[in-house]
């Protein structure tokens, strides 16, 4: 069974630092390139960040320099580092799992809250 499980959640005053996690299973998670998108009500699910089979990564812009994104192949397990937190941060997070070899395979986590606020 496929599973893509969030956690590091939570409530944070701006400035400060939280570290998501992404727990896979179910599938081959070395050869899937992960990303973690965010949602906030009323919009479009948009990329955060992003990392290849080859730890590649890729950042949005308004999170680049502060957060960061990083998986451990032997823990089955992504990450995202988040520094210096701004209330614009405030969002689900859901981590993906994809990869088309000619067959889309795509895996969403159920998301975990982020808010940042004073």
């Known amino acids: 069974q496929v599973q893509l499980v969030e956690s590091g959640g939570g409530s944070v005053q701006p400035g400060g630092s939280l570290r998501l996690s992404c727990a896979a299973s179910?599938?081959?998670?070395?050869?899937?390139?992960i990303s973690w998108y965010r949602q906030t009500p009323g919009k479009q699910r948009e990329l955060v960040a992003a990392i290849s089979t080859m730890s590649d990564t890729e950042y949005a812009d308004s999170v680049k320099g502060r957060f960061t994104i990083s998986r451990d192949h032997g823990h089955n397990t992504a990450y995202l580092q988040m520094n210096s937190l701004k209330p614009e941060d405030t969002a689900v997070y859901y981590c993906n799992a994809h990869y088309d070899p000619g067959v889309n395979y795509d895996y969403w986590g159920q998301g975990t809250q982020v808010t940042v606020s004073s």
């Open positions: 179910g599938f081959i998670f070395s050869i899937f390139r």
